[in-house]
T-cell receptor
Framework: EDKVVQSPLSLVVHEGDTVTLNCSYE??????LLWYKQEKKAPTFLFML????IEKKSGRLSSILDKKELFSILNITATQTGDSAVYLC??????????????FGKGTRLHILP | NAGVMQNPRHLVRRRGQEARLRCSPM?????VYWYRQLPEEGLKFMVY????????ESGMPKERFSAEFPKEGPSILRIQQVVRGDSAAYFC???????????????FGSGTRLTVV
């Protein structure tokens, strides 16, 4: 069965700290891995990763994929209270009928203390 | 472009009633996905539709749940005879292509929070 596992499930750090969120996966016919940030509304897209070893960066956020070890990390440096959210990892896989399917992890709930 | 619009934002139903959740995709998007999010759980895939067709409904419960995406109008997720366990946030996402875009993935709506009392 396809699965996506995120760790830790929750994390509390102080403003200014750096955090690393983990996502490991086991899927058949991997196509891409996506990171989303979810506050009290719609998940907002952060990154899409398809190739191993190529870091994607956006401001203080960066992410990298390891297709050999089947995991990705999301780094946030110099955290701010506005980074408090649930971070969702999702993997896109090609399903049985050649349809793309997105499988989400349970998320990491990040809380930044001022 | 108003993005993906879901309504209502909050819906309260008594056990046994029907719930109808609506999703209007982004303009030009013909692919719609419905997800359910339970407390402390990730988003669980329910169904994938492309204008008038159900492409993949492998995540839909076999009974009481149905979805449609007519030629005109929004996509509808319908839950008949709701039970307490149906209480959850239901998110809809849309995309231009069958696969997520490399720069913005799928675009999600703000969700409908269904509470069954």
């Amino acid at each position: 069965e396809d699965k996506v596992v995120q760790s830790p499930l929750s994390l509390v750090v102080h403003e200014g700290d750096t955090v690393t969120l983990n996502c490991s996966y086991e899927v058949t016919n991997f196509r891409s891995l996506l990171w989303y940030k979810q506050e009290k509304k719609a998940p907002t897209f952060l990154f899409m990763l398809t190739s191993s070893g190529i870091e994607k960066k956006s401001g203080r956020l960066s992410s990298i994929l390891d297709k050999k070890e089947l995991f990705s990390i999301l780094n946030i440096t110099a955290t701010q209270t506005g980074d408090s959210a649930v971070y969702l990892c999702a993997v896109e896989a090609v399903g049985m009928n050649r349809d793309d399917k997105i499988i989400f992890g349970k998320g990491t709930r990040l809380h930044i203390l001022p | 472009n108003a993005g993906v619009m879901q309504n209502p934002r909050h819906l309260v139903r008594r056990r046994g009633q029907e719930a109808r959740l609506r999703c209007s995709p982004m303009k030009g998007h013909s692919h719609v996905y419905w997800y359910r999010q339970l407390p402390e759980e990730g988003l669980k895939f329910m169904v994938y539709l492309q204008k008038e067709n159900i492409i993949d409904e492998s995540g839909m419960p076999k009974e009481r749940f149905s979805a449609e995406f007519p030629k005109e109008g929004p996509s509808i997720l319908r839950i008949q005879q709701v039970v307490r366990g149906d209480s959850a946030a239901y998110f809809c996402a849309s995309s231009l292509l069958r696969i997520p875009h490399r720069d913005y993935g799928y675009t999600f709506g703000s969700g409908t929070r269904l509470t069954v009392v």
